[in-house]
């Protein structure tokens, strides 16, 4: 794409109230724009990235088995009020329609809706186990939403819910949930920093799981023990200040951001629908069911929050929203273009910095701010070596390739 | 997919309050779930009908230079009082947040967004034409919801804007839009019997311009000239009773299905905003722009509206949730499960009716009721001629073809 088309610009200014790292450097890139506090709108280059975090997402699901359906963010009062959730859900929206008074919560969860869902074509254990996910746009009435996309008013998240005829074919499937969490946050570049958390289960469960990832700004605080790479939440470090699979007491603590969680509700909420199936005996079972949660505008938000630098966005190549960033220069534009010309006549998904009447230097920042991962600058300067600046982000060394070998190296890069 | 896998099943019985033919054959056929009036689940197969019309749409988005972004369904209420519609917008769905108090309008439209936020990007002519884009929940209190899918409270809908230096601009790229819109109600099947209808076009334009379908139970009265090939709304025709392209007074009046509208806004939404740019001459000049909209769900229940048969779903293959179904009837499952698989190793996209316990006619008539375009029915029967039974949805007549002939056959098929 020729960045001269493209409508967002980069910006110095950023809304005063925005304190957080991922909402500036994103305002600041023309990524996302603020409309309301812990409300944003998804500008093109914000779009790219969250469709790659999508893909990566919808392909762990697809092979979880998940079924991919999308349920409404109007749910009926009637449903909430059966969980005993209407009044005790502190987040939840609630208001009336004008013309039918009929009480709505807009969703931010949808336990209440998939169970009865799930009701109507469970009836025996041959239809089990099942699996449903979707990428949705859900709402939290928060008291307070000032980290950006990590905590809106209005975000977009993946929710799956498994159904199974007994608690250790959940425990099975709850498994593997976890370890396509874990590729995912490999896939989008934070799965180093990234930690299977424990955290308190409720009422059903001994514990649920969070995925935590270290940032210096993270709004929680964990406990890694570094011998079984994982962690504890502060919840239950207090009650158990030991790792729940080694013992030790050596616990490291870490500012951390949660990137999804995962919960066995065993039969919590097929109790208050019913959700009963026929065994292979004839008898009446309660279904036992789990949700799993990533939130996908918070793991954006996560990855800039563990990747931007003092320049900038820092993408990885999977969730970047182009692979190659072409900057013509002075002099360099008509090379440029051609280098650009037959970067994407290769199917390659670049943006060329076209414009025209901007200063090298301002170019050059908005690069950086970017973030795409490979730059290729092109001027007068670097076509006296009949070259290309071949650079790559978040690296300081940068070298010159000859003209003629630009295509096969990019190619080659890519894989 | 196996169809003994997917969760939904197909059902006699319908919510009785459920009058229009799209939400009975949707909810039979488990293409969708009725959560509330007006608030409906899409399940897998819905959901990959949804998809593909997705796809075509933003096919022709993308041909349009439309930039694709996800604004908001939470709306300050500020926007809205800036362009006298929080008052006035009949089917406007109002609340406030419990703790911050602040009001929120749920976005039935977003010309209240998309104009302050463009605002920030545009400032000189060189930044103009622009076109956004987003594919995106919407809601509307309708005060009656009982058209299914056609009129729902929470509905997905294609929303583009344009944004021009002129008029002439906007008018030249609304031919455009127009052109393009005919190629998505052609792709989806419905070209043929969709017409271009001129409607009331409010304070700024003599007219607006809708999209109409002919469908037996339509909701709208519009009035054909079958010269030109275009139609004229019921407001229109009262005020002026003549083809508004030729003049004849012979119109055929007929019931129809709006799955479309584009309008020339001009300045009404750039005057609120006071959304401006400078010209080759240094002048401050109003931005012109213009608003066209696809209800996707909209789409899908017209398609089923003017498609669907007495037994069912009837599916175009561009959009339909499979190309093929294969149904495996009594003696014939073994060879089924091979030309499934040799289908499916194809790239194929295949659903394969292996349930074990239905009845031969059950499964004929569910899969009528799917209504994928091809049925390839393998039984004894078949099998004593070493053939399947080929069948396209909504022909009467079907045919033996060889099952050495079958894979090269489809494949021909498929193009």
Known sequence: ?????????????VPKDEESKNAQLLIRAGYIQKELAGVY????????????????????????????ILMPALQPKTNWEQTNRWETYDTLFRFESFYTKSEYALGPTHE????????????????????????????????????GLLRGREFIMKD?????????????????????????????????????????????????????????????????????????????????????????????????IEVGNIFQLKTRFSECFDLQYTDEKGAKKLVVMGCYGIGLTRLLA???????????LVWPRSISPFQIHIVGLQGGDEKAQEVYDKLQSQGLDVLYDDRRGESSGAKLKDADLLGIPLRLVISERTLKENAAEWKTRG???????????????VIEMQG
Do not use: W
């Not at 300081?396 to 070998?405: F, H, I």
């Open 112 to 147: 209440e809706i998939v169970t009865p869902l799930l009701k109507r074509f469970i009836a025996s254990y041959k239809d089990l186990p099942r699996a449903v996910f979707q990428i949705q746009t859900k709402f939290r009435d928060e008291k307070r939403a000032k980290a």
């Open 302 to 312: 996560a990855v800039v929050e563990a990747l931007g630098d003092e320049q900038g």
């Open 41 to 68: 709108s998804i500008l093109p280059l914000g779009f790219r990235v969250l469709k790659k975090i999508e893909g990566i997402i919808r392909k762990e699901m697809e092979s979880l088995d998940g079924q991919e």
């Open 160 to 256: 799956l819910y498994s159904f199974h005829a007994n608690e250790d074919d959940l425990a099975a499937y709850y498994e593997k949930v976890r370890s396509s969490y874990e590729r995912i946050y490999a896939a989008v570049g934070i799965g180093n920093r990234t930690y299977f958390t424990f955290a308190s289960g409720g009422t059903f469960s001994k514990y649920s799981h969070e995925f935590q990832t270290l940032t210096e700004a993270g709004e929680d605080t964990i406990f890694i023990c570094e011998t079984c790479k994982i962690a504890i939440n502060e919840e239950i470090v207090k009650e158990q200040p030991e790792c729940p699979q080694c013992n030790t007491t050596k616990l490291k603590e870490e500012k951390a």
């Open 1 to 13: 794409m020729r960045q001269s088309k493209l409508f967002t610009k980069t910006s110095h200014s």
């Open 395 to 409: 690296q300081k060394e940068s070298a010159l390739v000859p003209l003629d070998k630009i295509i096969e190296k």
